[in-house]
């Protein structure tokens, strides 16, 4: 039966949402579907921007290093980046990538491409040269904004049509953005639901990675999907004698390319006037300080962030007492890690969401109490927008308790993939949910349990890797004849790629030498952590396909 929190959240969202309420729903009908929606909601982000960096525009914002920036100082940033933009000749709807580490120039950059009418291109910032142009090529992007070692890795492509300008993001933010932007008088178009916003990448088990496009109602009723469970969870404190002091803060602590990042984290912030620490490399050590000298209250981060700072051996020495919640995504936390940050961390709850990329990182989430209840558990659909259903093959729900795929169904979900039509039909059922490639269940009380896999991916510490993408670049030596990538458990990561190949007669090639050669190639997280070496060809099925899931039977057993 539910759980007294989750009686308590239900009524919280129903108060919040219900006719008369600060958040109450409507309904807005796309594609000839119609969804519920937050009708209070902006229409845009820059609209969103404008009005919250004016609500809060004297708090502090972001804080990276020695440097403090107000919610006011870096819209004022974001604005001249757009005047620069549009007086440049950016169209509505051109593509603008961002290829940089965690910074004030990122977030100042991803404001000011957006209230310019363009569409900002979030390039994974681990990516080699090879990754980058085809990411690029694929989404037609015409500009790119990256730090130094990025730019380095984009200028050794040869022929890259995108126009790579350098921002030297470890300047303060103003003299980093000086170079290109503008004060100059300008009409900035006006934005509305409908017009594109962003291009995230996402590895399918197709191996090429995809641009998947979202639009701005997309993106803002994520955020407000994220406020409504914010706001539930602060009214329960409230009543419960333990309401919060002070202005929110949390670390930026992933990197902003990612879905968490820049939905739940760094766009959600702007409405609840959270400052945002800003972490450019994570280290446990570092974050402890962090936490400690800016009273962060609520952490987030993969499952591996907070593990290893509750194992630290320097933890004690550290006053976290700050956090109330402990959260992750990206990848399951083992049952034992859920029980030792209830017990050992002062006081601070866990906490577990489920989203992607296509989704907007919206999904579901497992709180405090229930989470300890349930710890194998991701949660429950996110209220008040979400519609989450177990289907079979052909599409229809299963009962409950039944394994199927999980499939999610929102006004949030994202537009398509970039120019693939046939990849955008494939990834929706006939009633109009995503098809997420996970599978699971549901028990009776709405509880989602991920038990599998359905698509060729590997997810390492929140990085989600196609085994496809990988073993093309293996087939890339010109040694190997066969080769087979798989996921391997690994108590850091979760998992992390493996492989087994066989090579042309007469070749020869050390694990090392190939994993050096794969480093050129693709990004060191896809790298294989081992590689077998077989002498005899892989097995086939009777379709002639190799063998994976004996394969990975065999080799992980041997791991």
Known sequence: MPSVLDGRMDEGIGKLVGAGGPMALTDVTVGGRTYPMIAAAPPSLAHYFAYYCAEHAQATFLVAGDERLTFGEVHAQARRVANALVAGGLARGDRVGIAMRNSPSWIALYMGILMAGGVAVLLNGWWQSEEFAAALTEVECGMVFADPPRAKRLGEVEGLSARVIEIDDAKPLAQALEPIVSDAAVDLPELGPDDLATILFTSGSTGQSKGALSDHRAIVQAILNYLAQALVMLGLATEDGKAPEGQPSTLLNVPLFHVTAEIPVMLQSFAMGRKLVLMPKWDAAEAMRLIEKEKISYFVGVPLMSFEILTHPDRAKYDLSSVTDFAAGGAPRPVEHVRRINEEMGGAAPLIGYGL??????????????????????????????????????????????????????????????????????????????????????????????????????????????????????????????AAVFGLADEKFGEVPGAVVHFHPGGDCTEGELQDFLRHHIAAFKVPARIWIARDPLPRLGTEKIDKVGLRAKYRAMA
């Open 357 to 482: 990329t296509e989704t907007n990182a919206v999904g579901c989430g497992n709180w405090r109490d229930n989470y300890l209840a349930k710890p194998n558990s991701t949660g429950r659909a996110s209220l008040p927008l979400v519609d989450l259903a177990i289907l079979d093959d052909a599409g229809n729900r299963v009962a409950t308790g039944v394994r199927g795929e999980i499939a999610i169904r929102s006004i949030c979900n994202f537009r398509e993939y970039w120019r693939r039509p046939d990849a955008t039909a494939a990834a929706f059922s006939k009633d109009g949910y995503f098809l997420s490639g996970d599978i699971g269940y549901l028990d009776e009380d709405g509880y989602l349990f991920i038990v599998d896999r359905k698509k060729d991916i590997i997810i390492r510490g929140g990085e989600n890797i196609s085994c496809q993408e990988v073993e093309a670049a293996i087939y890339e030596h010109p040694l190997v004849a066969e």
